[in-house]
């Protein structure tokens, strides 16, 4: 991202350290002067499906690397999807898996593993032939390095044992048990060509995260990269021997600003043809100002989630009564999330209740409701703990005034008014909010402090965007084995642990759908991380495109490939 700032999605026996997250909320960079002039001089983005149609889009987080090994923005995760070829995708409303790469593809009878049939016309830019080897050779990359180089990518091969590729156009990808969402993961990983990256996987794979990115750079999906400065430009071509169906866009930039005010100046301004992912709480009332200029906006509802993150490490050493349940709930019952929704949303989202988004569909259960925003109860629970208030009207807990230190993402949009709407109904509870503004790295430094041990921290404020529409990509965030990771509460459920494992396991959607449903009422009640807001997916575009496909991740995503191939600039 980046929505985000940085991103980890954790597996059993793949934990990935603090520094491998993949999608957080928001960082802006500088604009790059210039690069709308140097997009428009690569095509002519007024030739109406033309060959020679540039497509111009504008982020406000910057491209940190092009190298899935190490990338941390989901602006670099979108255009690293765009530049490598994958055996399936997610396409429409209900991300749908459909063959990319591959043909088609057999599930065994007991699940334990796929075998793919793949195109035969696929080439790499270097003209080499795509072939099953190259996927055979990244899966086996991916699952040897799964603790070290690969860790950023190790969610994605989860339960895989190896890959093998009898011949040219068939591929085997073996499980040691059944996978619900097999599928759905290996439409996130990147097939790289074998004959480039052998080298850099080679002994302990070190090599895999130090390879450069160039106009040189050999590529096999929809694109290649014609200019590539880090944190700068990204210029993307029409690849000419892509195997799939043609777009008519000829040319990709992306241009990155510095905060959301200049992107839709320029999008006014016509500098930029659409921008990827908007945050309401930036735009606000403006989306009616952009209408009146003949600029499109869409919504639909998102994946992004803001959140309240409590330490429910048993061996923490300050503000022990945040261990209580019931300290957690009445916390909860002093937010009013509706004001959230109202006042940094401008109503583009909903109040948020079970950490599975509504976006997520069916595995949503809308049972789980969030706890009504009611100050006489919350300081009927508070008393009745007998947590009394001094003098100053805070309370106090044993020898601690119930005063925290709340560590708030510095890239979370519109975070600042959210912290301001918590500290307005804590205050009616005696409970005072002291915030400490953080860059991503300071976050996750100080969500761990000291040493990865949390043991310092108390309260912290960050939202987060799944890497895949499937209930597992948010679930594994919470298992034991994601403390050090995602797991940004030190949350730890035996019971909680084993339903994920069960789960991932299940291959009767009905049943698997049950043990879901189960962990998110679980992990409701634990009150460890409360839920705040679900934020619409937002975007604007200029008049002249056309083919927009929205979606919950935005129309500019890692998931499909239609989002460009339906694309049209008048």
């Excluded at 409590?310 to 999330?337: C, W, Y």
């Excluded at 789980?368 to 300081?379: E, L, R, S, T, Y």
Aim: charged share 20%; aromatic share 8%.
């Amino acid at each position: 991202m980046s929505n985000n700032d940085d991103v980890s999605t954790e597996v059993p026996g793949a934990v990935l350290s603090r520094r491998s997250m993949l999608f957080r909320l928001g960082v802006g960079g500088a604009v790059v002067a210039g690069l709308p002039t140097l997009l428009a001089a690569c095509g002519d983005s007024g030739s109406s499906g033309s060959s020679s149609s540039t497509l111009r889009i504008g982020l406000t987080s910057e491209m940190d690397s092009l190298n899935p090994f190490v990338q941390q923005s989901a602006a670099a995760v979108i255009a690293t999807h765009m530049l490598y070829p994958t055996l399936l995708r997610l396409e429409g409303d209900d991300f749908t898996v459909e063959p990319d790469l591959a043909d088609d593809y057999e599930v065994s009878a007991d699940g334990t593993s796929i075998t793919f049939r793949l195109k035969t016309k696929a080439a790499w830019s270097d003209g080499k032939p795509v072939t099953a080897r190259d996927a055979a050779f990244t899966i086996n990359t991916l699952v040897q390095h799964s603790g070290s180089a690969a860790a950023l990518l190790a969610q994605y091969v989860v339960g895989i044992t190896g890959a093998e590729a009898p011949d040219d156009r068939t591929l085997v990808v073996r499980y040691s048990e059944p996978i619900a969402n097999a599928l759905g993961l290996l439409t996130r990983v990147v097939i790289l060509p074998e004959h480039v990256w052998t080298e850099p996987a080679s002994g302990d794979g070190a090599g895999l995260k130090t390879v450069a990115y160039d106009e040189g750079t050999v590529c096999g999906g929809q694109f290649v990269l014609t200019k590539y400065t880090p944190k700068e430009i990204v210029l993307l071509k029409a690849h000419a021997d892509w195997y799939g169906e043609k777009q008519s866009i000829s040319t990709l930039g992306f241009v990155t600003y510095g905060a959301p005010d200049a992107m839709i100046k320029a999008l006014e301004a016509s500098e930029i043809d659409a921008v990827a992912l908007l945050s309401p709480s930036t735009v606000g009332g403006s989306l009616e100002r952009l209408a009146d200029r003949g600029l499109r906006t869409q919504q639909a509802p998102g994946f992004v989630m803001n959140n309240l993150y409590f330490n429910v490490n048993p061996k923490k050493t300050q503000h022990r009564e945040l261990l209580d349940p019931q300290v957690r709930r009445a916390l909860s019952m002093g937010i009013d999330r509706a004001r959230i929704v109202e006042v940094v949303l401008f109503g583009m989202g909903e109040v948020a209740g079970s950490l599975v988004y509504p976006a997520m569909g069916a595995w949503h259960d809308d049972s789980v409701v969030p706890d009504a925003f009611d100050i006489a109860a919350a300081n009927e629970i508070l008393d009745g703990l007998g947590l009394a208030r001094g003098s100053d009207g805070v309370r106090t807990a044993g020898a601690e005034k119930m005063s925290y230190k709340v560590n708030l993402a510095s890239g979370l949009a519109g975070g600042d008014r959210i912290l301001q709407i918590i500290s307005d109904g804590w205050k009616q509870l005696g409970v005072e909010v002291k915030p400490n503004t953080l860059d991503a790295a300071a976050m996750i430094d100080a969500i761990s402090a000291p040493d990865g041990k949390y043991l310092t921290n108390d309260i912290a404020v960050w939202g987060f965007l799944p890497a895949s529409p499937d209930p597992s990509a948010v679930l594994d965030h919470f298992i034991t084995d994601s403390i050090g990771g995602f797991n940004n509460c030190h949350y730890s459920d035996p019971d909680f642990d084993r339903a994920y494992v069960e789960q991932n396991a299940t291959l009767d959607v009905d049943e698997r759908r049950s043990l879901v449903y189960d962990m998110q009422n679980r992990f409701f009640e634990a009150r460890a991380m409360l839920a705040l807001v679900y934020v619409n997916a937002l975007a604007a575009s200029g008049p002249k495109l056309t083919g927009y496909q929205m979606s919950g991740f935005g129309p500019f995503n890692a998931v499909s490939r239609d989002q460009v191939t339906q694309l049209r600039l008048a």
